[in-house]
């Protein structure tokens, strides 16, 4: 028997696939897009981009952006009843 992966994309196919007409044709500005502090923004994986990529449970989530780190900026997200901070980078965020 094959081992089973345990990757950061493992058991993702579904998760992160789109469809023909959701594909992003201009990619390159969506990774340059600059958000500031306190703005709220929608976590949606580009599958395309592996980096700057949240993990796979943020997907979908509506946060606030709190900083910045590098490349990539500090989202507060409420998942359940906590408040966690995401890492995620410009191509994996749309403004609200």
């Known amino acids: ?9 493992a058991n ?8 023909k007409s959701e594909k992003s044709k201009n990619l390159v500005s969506k990774m340059l897009q600059k958000f500031e502090e306190g703005e709220s923004v929608f976590i949606d994986l580009e599958p395309s981009v592996e980096s700057g990529m949240p993990f ?13 780190q590098g490349r990539c900026y500090l ?3 409420k998942c359940g009843n906590k408040i966690k901070t995401v890492l995620a980078g410009p191509a994996h965020m749309k403004r609200l």
Do not use: A
């Open 1 to 9: 028997m094959p081992k089973m992966s345990h990757g950061k994309k």
């Open 75 to 77: 989202v507060e997200v």
């Open 56 to 68: 796979r449970r943020f997907n979908g989530l509506q946060g606030k952006v709190v900083g910045k």
């Open 12 to 19: 993702t196919r579904k998760l992160l696939t789109k469809k």
